[in-house]
């Protein structure tokens, strides 16, 4: 029996917690000092933006297209095992192109999905207006790409649906309980030296002493508090923090065409279809100053909601439901995600530092962990 200790329980924990429950063999705990789906994972959109993202080889499709791959039969496996209902937009992503796009750049993409057997579809502006008489498409779009493959996905749903699945294949969840650091400790079997096990210390704020648990194999997925946990092998993770707002909206009547309601995009912003009548609007990209902490700037969602109505003019009827914020975990110096071993120490694996692909990545994040551990 193998011990695993995965701390944090966003997506990716709760994707890797998942993955990792259908190996009997794995003795699976997973630690949070929250409740799952909080952090990045509660603020997120869930927009799953796979083929149209213009990585078309190495890690980066590779991750993306496993992920696509695995959503088609992860949700539906989810939702029989634990009758949840998890909303998963199938109806794609629009992405509005504005003036002074290279549509050549996009003809070669869709040639390239074509070639790895993927769908992508360049359409004239009489298209989108025929598909979707909502939106107001001024002089400056000249055309859209329709991505009927790539699709969004409730991010909190999500993460339930996966800590209760996992929870029946005999996962442990110790929710409330916060990782304080790691230490090695040496053992041995029958004479034979075996590497270092791992100790967890961990606190649940009660004022107890903190306590020490062994496992073999430790799994840091904490978001931006990766590098806390990690500093205590005297690692430095330099994962730091972007900062996103969102809207919920509610406009007073239906909104579109009923039997067409993809994710529509445009320039960096996203107007998701939650409901008949209900949408979330986003995101803002706010970045740290000096290193200091990153407070919400209102004028910044003011701004995407603003741009918003001008692509579909029934928002500015619409009545705010909420508004939220959430750190994204960016790598410094490196590319997103991190999906490695920790150097100097192989027991210990790192999974973290999705920034804005937390939800898309969260699947084939979890594939790949499950390849490092049963190796």
């Not at 705990?29 to 799952?36: E, I, R, S």
């Not at 997120?44 to 890690?59: D, E, F, N, Y």
């Not at 192989?346 to 594939?367: E, F, K, M, Q």
Request: hydrophobic share 40%; charged share 20%; aromatic share 6%.
């Amino acid at each position: 029996m193998v011990r695993v200790a995965i701390i944090g329980c966003g997506i990716v924990g709760a994707s890797i917690a998942f993955e990792l429950s259908q190996f009997p063999e794995l003795k699976v705990t997973v630690f949070d000092k929250q409740p799952p789906a909080q952090g990045s994972t509660g603020a997120a959109l869930g927009v799953l933006m796979g083929v149209t993202s213009h990585k078309t080889k190495g890690r980066n499709w590779q991750l993306r297209e496993t992920s696509l791959q695995r959503y088609e039969t992860l949700i539906p496996e989810l939702e029989a095992v634990t009758g949840l209902k998890i909303p998963f937009n199938k109806q794609g992503i629009l992405m509005l192109c504005s003036e002074g796009e290279d549509l050549s750049k996009w003809e070669n993409l869709i040639a390239t999905r074509q070639s790895q057997g993927w769908q992508l579809e360049l359409w004239d502006v009489e298209r989108v207006r025929e598909l979707c008489p909502h939106l107001y498409l001024n002089d400056q779009i000249i055309a859209a790409i329709y991505s009927p493959q790539d699709r969004q996905v409730d991010p909190t749903a999500l993460t339930l649906a996966l800590v209760d699945a996992a929870k029946l294949k005999g996962v442990n969840f110790e929710f409330g309980v916060e990782v304080q650091g790691i230490t090695e400790l040496d053992s041995q079997v029958s004479g034979i030296q075996l590497p270092s096990s791992i100790a967890v210390n961990k606190s649940c704020g009660t004022g107890i002493l903190p306590v020490a648990e062994n496992f073999d194999r430790l799994i840091v997925c904490a978001g931006l508090g990766s590098a806390a946990v990690t500093a205590s092998l005297n690692q430095l993770v330099d994962i730091r923090p972007v900062l996103g707002q969102a809207l919920h909206l509610l406009t007073p009547t239906p909104v579109g065409n009923p039997d067409f309601r993809p994710v529509i995009t445009c320039d960096d912003v996203h107007i998701v279809p939650v409901g008949n009548q209900e949408f979330w609007v986003g995101a803002t990209l706010e970045f740290s100053e000096n290193g200091g902490e990153i407070e919400a700037n209102a004028d910044m969602l003011e701004q995407v909601r603003a741009r918003a109505i001008a692509l579909c003019p029934a928002l500015a009827f619409a009545s705010i439901i909420k508004k939220w914020s959430g750190l994204r975990p960016r790598p410094e110096g490196r590319p997103a995600p991190i999906i490695e071993r920790l150097p100097g120490n192989d027991r210990v694996l790192i999974a973290s530092g999705h920034y804005r692909n937390g939800v898309l990545l969260a699947p084939a994040t979890a594939r790949s962990i499950r390849e490092m551990i049963l190796q």
